[in-house]
């Protein structure tokens, strides 16, 4: 024999579980919806942030110098060459740095390890929309270093202002 308040109350729960699961689910993919919405944006940002700071352009520019008892001199458009530089001497090279972009630019100067100690040179600078800006990168001997050819580069990335 069927009891029919046990069958109503049996009803009920059922009804009232699916419900509470619905809305559970409902819960759940609003949760999962701003989830996806906030990675998104994250991801929006980090690649306007990223394309910002990655260079326009970038240049390398070999640096050759030689350490010798007697200066001596070597004029090269393709490399930056110091010539021969007595210990304790420095010499001066002065670079041209042209934007043709329609937008300030940041210069960001570096030089390999190998010479990076010798070299005196602003690491940061703007150059502004259509100008020119002269750099002089000065290489200083100290006393105390062997006669020999030294060789590195020097790197110029050239970043949205």
């Known amino acids: 024999m069927k009891n029919p ?23 759940k993919r609003k949760r999962i919806s701003y989830l996806i919405l906030a990675g998104i944006i994250i991801l929006v940002l980090v690649s306007i942030w990223t394309f910002r700071l990655r260079p326009i352009e970038t240049r ?13 001199i070597i004029v090269d458009a393709d490399k930056l060459y110091f010539g021969r530089i007595i210990p304790g001497g420095s010499v001066v090279r002065d670079i041209n740095i042209e934007n043709g972009y329609g937008c300030p630019l940041k210069v960001k100067i570096s030089a390999t390890p190998n010479v990076r100690d010798y070299l005196s040179i602003d690491e940061e600078f ?8 002269k750099i002089p990168i000065n290489i200083n001997i100290p006393e ?10 020097i790197r110029f990335d050239l970043v949205k202002a």
């Open 126 to 133: 703007i150059v502004e929309p259509g100008s020119t800006v």
């Open 60 to 72: 390398v520019l070999e640096v050759n110098f030689s350490v010798g008892s007697t200066p001596g």
């Open 5 to 27: 308040l046990l069958n109503n109350n049996l009803k009920k729960m059922t009804e009232e579980l699916s419900e509470s699961g619905a809305y559970l689910g409902a819960k």
């Open 144 to 153: 105390d270093m062997p006669y020999g050819d030294y060789a590195g580069k």
